[in-house]
């Protein structure tokens, strides 16, 4: 079946320092993919989609400039936190859009900022 | 716009007790849904999917019907095991919002021995 990994799978970092999450689709071509945050105990929060060779469209209340999107190939999509503080601190998920239109999702990059 | 409805949890049940977590949605035209799994320290797993009205989408003696005149997408599972102690998420994808996948809250479930 599809794959979508992430990397790295746990980041910890400094305050102020930048963070890029890097999410690619193993076996398959990703026209679109997305971008959620999931803060402890809560549910999955759409921050953007990702369409390759364009720029991302974010959802209402997320900064595009903190939260830097490019999707560079068919098969990679990054997100780098600018200037990361410790409300940045979150579960960050990366679904891609494969065969069929069916959505598969990684496993996930844990982001603590200390 | 849309939205999904989880019923509260978390949910405790005893090792081969009947599961049920209700999940409602709102949508324009005629979305899929889903449920997904997520177990501690792990990323989102598809647990089963219906893509229209009266399709039951089934998986590890998990089932869900795809209920349009009630808008509901009810979880079951006729014994529950430990190893099925996680967040359940249900979900909708519809085209009329361009495909994003909308999450419930989740609902937390642990199974006693």
Excluded at chain 2, 39 to 55: I, M, S, V
Excluded at chain 2, 76 to 96: H, I, M, N, P, W
Excluded at chain 2, 103 to 108: A, E, L, V, Y
Aim: proline share 4%.
């Amino acid at each position: 079946g599809a794959v979508v990994s992430q990397h790295p799978s746990r980041v910890i970092c400094k305050s102020g320092t930048s963070v890029k999450i890097e999410c690619r689709s193993l076996d398959f071509q990703a026209t679109t993919m997305f971008w959620y945050r999931q803060f402890p105990k809560q549910s999955l929060m759409l921050m953007a989609t990702s369409n390759e060779g364009s720029k991302a469209t974010y959802e209402q209340g997320v900064e595009k400039d903190k939260f830097l999107i490019n999707h560079a190939s068919l098969t990679l999509s990054t997100l780098t936190v600018t200037s990361a503080h410790p409300e940045d601190s979150s579960f960050y998920i990366c679904s891609a859009t494969g065969y069929n239109n069916e959505q598969f999702f990684g496993p996930g990059t844990r982001l603590t900022v200390l | 716009g849309n939205s999904v409805t989880q019923m509260e949890g978390p949910v405790t049940l005893s090792e081969e007790a009947f599961l049920t977590i209700n999940c409602t949605y709102t949508a324009t035209g005629y979305p899929s849904l889903f449920w997904y799994v997520q177990y501690p320290g792990e990323g989102l797993q598809l647990l089963l999917k219906a893509t229209k009205a009266d399709d039951k989408g089934s998986n590890k003696g998990f089932e869900a019907t795809y209920r349009k005149e009630t808008t509901s997408f009810h979880l079951e599972k006729g014994s529950v095991q430990v190893s099925d102690s996680a967040v359940y998420f249900c979900a909708l994808r519809s085209k009329t919002s361009y495909d994003k996948v909308i999450f419930g809250p989740g609902t937390s479930l642990s199974v006693i021995p």
